[in-house]
């Protein structure tokens, strides 16, 4: 003989277990923040009236995981946000220093860059007991390619022997723009005959270049090999010293450091 279910129990059945109750509101916030997954999972949990609910516990550790995995989920995706918002950053700061480290104007390394890496290489070819040499080169009488044709006419100058003196590097040679209308190229493994060799043929390409498209200029090439006890600041006194001599002689001129000793060059010099 079969009796009705008793309303009691079939309340009991159809209730949401106590335990739960209190955690379905943040796990619906959590999953369906827009309120329609909200919806759909509240209709789901009300809808099945005859089979009764599982286990109270069963049910409190479905949700518990549930809740673990969505948090889970949510932190690896903020985390994958953040590496790479942080590796953008990374890039843009490697790229920010990369033109802090070149000329404006021609886009060769500037000083800074250039000193850097010719102590290095300079230290190098000691260590090696390798020849080195330092060309410092400077165009003639620039000021009066500005006053006369215009500061657009002597960058135009600038840039293009800025790009003669670069297609002359060989191997592990160091080009820079030290400032105003001065360049410098560093010749590691290079002995003093063929960094004379090249000055001269540089001095003359710039003499003989193009002039339908600007004035022209001759360019004035100081020399100084590292006879300098291995000291930069030395080697560029010394090119310096020998630019100068070349530019006393009239210009349009390859002079070669003659004093390698360091009491003969001024303090000022030694920088």
Same mark, same amino acid.
């Given at each position: 003989?079969?009796?009705?279910?008793?309303?009691?129990?079939?309340?009991?059945r159809?209730?949401?277990p106590?335990?739960?109750?209190?955690?379905? =509101?943040?796990l619906?916030? !959590? +999953?369906?923040p827009? %309120?329609?997954a909200? #919806?759909?999972?509240t209709?789901? *949990? $009300?809808?099945?009236?005859?089979t009764?609910?599982? =286990?109270?516990?069963?049910? !409190? +550790?479905?949700?518990? %995981?549930m809740?673990? #995995?969505?948090?889970?989920?949510? *932190? $690896?995706?903020?985390?994958?946000?953040?590496?790479?918002?942080?590796q953008?950053?990374?890039?843009?700061?490697?790229?920010?220093?990369?033109?802090?480290?070149?000329?404006? *104007?021609?886009?060769?390394?500037?000083?800074?860059?250039?000193?850097?890496?010719?102590?290095?290489?300079?230290?190098?070819?000691?260590?090696?007991?390798?020849?080195?040499?330092? *060309?410092?080169?400077?165009?003639?009488?620039?000021?009066?390619?500005?006053?006369?044709?215009?500061?657009?006419?002597?960058?135009?100058?600038?840039?293009?022997?800025a790009?003669?003196?670069?297609?002359?590097?060989?191997?592990?040679?160091?080009?820079?723009?030290?400032?105003?209308?001065?360049?410098?190229m560093?010749?590691?493994?290079?002995?003093?005959p063929?960094?004379?060799?090249?000055?001269e043929?540089?001095?003359t390409?710039?003499?003989?270049?193009?002039?339908?498209?600007?004035?022209?200029?001759?360019?004035s090439?100081?020399?100084?090999?590292?006879n300098?006890?291995?000291?930069?600041?030395?080697?560029?006194?010394?090119?310096?010293?020998?630019?100068?001599?070349?530019?006393?002689?009239?210009?349009?001129?390859?002079a070669i450091?003659?004093?390698?000793?360091?009491?003969?060059?001024?303090?000022?010099?030694?920088?």
């Amino acid at each position: 003989m079969s009796y009705p279910p008793s309303p009691i129990r079939q309340q009991r059945r159809t209730r949401m277990p106590s335990q739960v109750a209190w955690l379905l =509101p943040g796990l619906l916030a !959590t +999953i369906g923040p827009s %309120g329609q997954a909200c #919806a759909e999972t509240t209709v789901l *949990l $009300a809808a099945d009236t005859h089979t009764g609910w599982p =286990p109270a516990s069963m049910v !409190t +550790i479905i949700l518990l %995981g549930m809740t673990s #995995a969505v948090a889970l989920l949510r *932190l $690896a995706v903020m985390q994958l946000r953040l590496q790479r918002e942080v590796q953008a950053h990374q890039a843009l700061e490697r790229h920010f220093r990369a033109l802090m480290a070149l000329d404006g *104007l021609t886009g060769l390394p500037n000083r800074h860059n250039f000193l850097d890496q010719a102590a290095a290489a300079l230290a190098s070819c000691m260590g090696r007991q390798q020849p080195l040499c330092l *060309l410092r080169i400077d165009i003639d009488q620039f000021h009066q390619i500005n006053d006369r044709y215009g500061q657009l006419a002597g960058d135009d100058r600038l840039t293009s022997l800025a790009k003669s003196l670069y297609d002359h590097l060989d191997g592990g040679a160091l080009l820079a723009r030290m400032g105003g209308d001065e360049f410098a190229m560093l010749l590691p493994g290079t002995p003093l005959p063929a960094a004379e060799a090249l000055a001269e043929r540089i001095r003359t390409e710039a003499a003989s270049a193009d002039t339908t498209t600007g004035p022209g200029i001759t360019i004035s090439i100081g020399i100084a090999s590292n006879n300098a006890n291995g000291k930069l600041d030395l080697l560029l006194a010394q090119a310096r010293q020998a630019l100068a001599d070349a530019k006393r002689a009239g210009g349009n001129q390859v002079a070669i450091a003659r004093l390698p000793d360091e009491t003969a060059y001024p303090l000022h010099l030694l920088r």
